[in-house]
């Protein structure tokens, strides 16, 4: 059964600061795997898709990577900005399911 | 591309009532989803459909739970009678084949 993890569970940094967050998954045989923000009481909304067969996959001031082999993915915001304050999910797509993780809260202080 | 389409956007009822929701995906995307989210957590499961036919109703709570799509499109979700650890959000997806999913507003339902 697939599993996905996300460290930090939340996370505050002052405006400009580049911002990691993380996401582990325990099954490699993966389709793809997807970012979404979700802001208070909304939907989600899509950031980034990277396909099994990608690295990375980059928009903007996003930058996501993706390792099958240890089963990690990493999301980058560089210079964060207020506005940036939301919970970031990672999911994979693992035989036609979608698996979360809990997401990490981000606060991002001007 | 219109999106996936959600209503109500917002339900409040009393436990043991019924109360039902809406989704209308993108169009052509045959396959739909239903996901609670229950505050903190991630979205989980609970029904996927293939054009109108049930892949994965697996975590679907049967007994309270309900869902239908009907002509391969629209689709409700029904909960009868519901419970105080119904509230949560009730988010709907649709997906075409290997491009990622498109997730609706969502419903927020509060049981009280």
């Known amino acids: 059964k697939q599993e996905v993890t996300q460290i930090p569970a939340a996370l505050s940094v002052p405006e400009g600061e580049n911002l990691v967050l993380n996401c582990s998954f325990t099954?490699?045989?993966?389709?793809?795997l997807q970012w979404f923000r979700q802001d208070p009481g909304k939907g989600l909304t899509s950031l980034l898709l990277?396909?099994?067969?990608?690295r990375e996959q980059t928009s903007g001031r996003l930058n996501a990577s993706l390792d099958k082999s240890s089963g990690r993915s990493t999301l980058y915001i560089a210079a964060s900005q207020p506005g940036d304050s939301a919970t970031y999910l990672c999911?994979?797509?693992?035989?036609?399911?979608?698996?979360f993780g809990a997401g990490t809260q981000v606060v991002v202080t001007p | 591309e219109a999106g996936v389409a959600q209503s109500p956007r917002y339900k409040i009822i009393e436990k043991r009532q019924s109360v039902a929701f809406w989704c209308n995906p993108i169009?052509?995307?045959?396959?739909l989803y239903w996901y609670q989210q229950i505050l903190g957590q991630g979205p989980k499961l609970l029904i996927q459909?293939?054009?109108?036919?049930?892949?994965?109703d697996s975590q679907l709570p049967k007994d309270r739970f309900s869902a239908e799509r009907l002509k391969g499109v629209d689709s409700t979700l029904k909960i009868q009678p519901a419970k105080l650890e119904d509230s949560a959000v009730y988010l709907c997806?649709?997906?075409?084949?290997?491009?990622?999913?498109?997730f609706g507003s969502g419903t927020r339902l509060t049981v009280v």
């Open positions: 997806a649709s997906s075409l084949t290997a491009s990622g999913y498109t």
């Open positions: 099954d490699s045989a993966i389709y793809n």
């Open positions: 990277i396909q099994s067969s990608q």
């Open positions: 999911a994979v797509d693992s035989w036609g399911k979608l698996q």
């Open positions: 169009s052509g995307h045959a396959t």
């Open positions: 459909f293939q054009n109108n036919g049930v892949v994965d």
